[in-house]
């Protein structure tokens, strides 16, 4: 129960501030009901790809908003609700990707995603009263074409990440990175050119 109406004045449904990228609450039903969706059709798709099924990218495509011509992304997924993320062709992500996707993700072509890589859009307020009152937002994340993301990497709400561009395995991308370059730590930094 929150102690301050943050959005008397405010007629949208916390969904549709959601997907303005202002700060909303998590209680909207149609947003539970995505997520719901999302969950069931994403293990369709584990057991379709366990199983071998030739349909098994038709159920990813199902829950992505875009999922670009021969990506793949190997199960388990997981999203908060897959409509958000766009792949491009040819891209292919490991195992254990987590892209939540409160706000766009866009990963670009012929891009490589290491297992156990996460996508965070979600944002919470520093002051305590609001995040007690669980209010939250998202800022979006933009991968360029041809990045590798080395595994366990971490990119953070609102970094774009320029085409050509290598992260190093741990890694965490707080601030946006250039095209072109390779970068390593926490937080990542840019150690050379890629060229």
Not at 9 to 15: K, L, V
Not at 20 to 26: K, N, P, Q, V, W
Request: net charge negative; proline share 8%; with cysteine.
């Amino acid at each position: 129960m929150t102690s301050t109406d943050y959005f008397a004045d405010d007629p949208r449904t916390n969904r549709e501030r959601m997907l303005a990228g202002d700060l909303y609450i998590a209680d909207d039903p149609d947003n539970e009901r995505i997520t719901q969706r999302a969950v069931t059709r994403l293990e369709d798709y584990r057991v379709a790809v366990a199983a071998a099924e030739p349909d098994a990218v038709r159920i990813l495509a199902d829950v992505l908003g875009e999922l670009g011509e021969d990506a793949f992304i190997r199960p388990p997924l997981y999203v908060d609700y897959g409509e958000n993320i766009r792949v491009g062709a040819r891209t292919f992500a490991n195992y254990n990707l987590m892209a939540l996707d409160v706000a766009p993700i866009t990963i670009g072509e012929d891009c490589q995603i290491g297992p156990n890589v996460q996508l965070l859009t979600p944002t919470h307020p520093v002051d305590p009263q609001p995040r007690r009152d669980k209010l939250e937002a998202a800022k979006p994340i933009t991968i360029g074409d041809n990045v590798w993301l080395g595994g366990g990497v971490i990119v953070c709400p609102g970094v774009t990440i320029g085409e050509n561009t290598v992260v190093g395995a741990g890694a965490v991308v707080t601030k946006d990175l250039p095209a072109n370059v390779v970068a390593v730590g926490n937080p990542a930094r840019v150690i050379r050119e890629n060229i």
